[in-house]
């Protein structure tokens, strides 16, 4: 079992900045690749970002791609998402996720989730 708590909501202007982590607990976390997903009122949960378990392997959704960096340290067992330029449409709860395979941009790959930490971004 991995135990995910996610932190570091909160709400923004436009343009701005917001750093969200992910702590783990349980399970070797550093033998598993996490995932950053969100989902917006109304809307279904999407993928934003990828990192391998090493840390040397990441992805993006295109729409965050320039603008949102995820990071890992395995000594911390934590995630983090570094969310800069945020915009109106990034307004979401976000989660984060710990999977057991490789590269995934599907929810299904994904065993492990937090309970998710909002962020708002005002225009």
């Known amino acids: 079992q991995v135990q995910l708590v996610e932190s570091g909501g909160g709400l923004v202007q436009a343009g701005g900045s917001l750093r969200l982590s992910c702590a783990a607990s349980g399970r070797s976390f550093r033998n598993y690749a996490m995932g950053w997903f969100r989902q917006a009122p109304g809307k279904e949960r999407e993928f934003v970002a990828y990192?391998?378990?090493?840390?040397?392997?990441?992805y993006y959704a295109d729409s965050v791609k320039g603008r949102f960096t995820i990071s890992r340290d395995n000594a911390k067992n934590t995630v983090y998402l570094q969310m800069n330029s945020l915009k109106p449409e990034d307004t979401a709860v976000y989660y984060c996720?710990?999977?057991?395979?490789?590269?995934?941009?599907?929810?299904?790959?994904?065993?492990?989730w937090g309970q998710g930490t909002q962020v708002t971004v005002s225009s």
């Open positions: 996720a710990a999977g057991g395979a490789g590269f995934s941009t599907s929810q299904v790959s994904y065993g492990y």
């Open positions: 990192i391998s378990w090493t840390g040397g392997s990441t």
